[in-house]
């Protein structure tokens, strides 16, 4: 896999990071907990794929 792509890849997880803490935030306002639980996971998921890749 080239750099550029590499790059992409990494830049499409974080952008992937950055929504879904969006998207948890605005649950959170509503107070749905377990959503946020689940968004946050992926928060995770997402930013730990881009660092290990």
Request: proline share 0%; hydrophobic share 40%; charged share 20%.
């Amino acid at each position: 896999m080239t750099k550029s792509l590499k790059q992409d890849y990494i830049d499409y997880r974080i952008t992937s990071a950055k929504e879904t803490l969006n998207a948890a935030q605005s649950l959170a306002r509503d107070r749905h907990w377990n959503s946020v639980i689940n968004r946050l996971y992926y928060v995770c998921f997402y930013a730990i794929s881009a660092l290990l890749y």
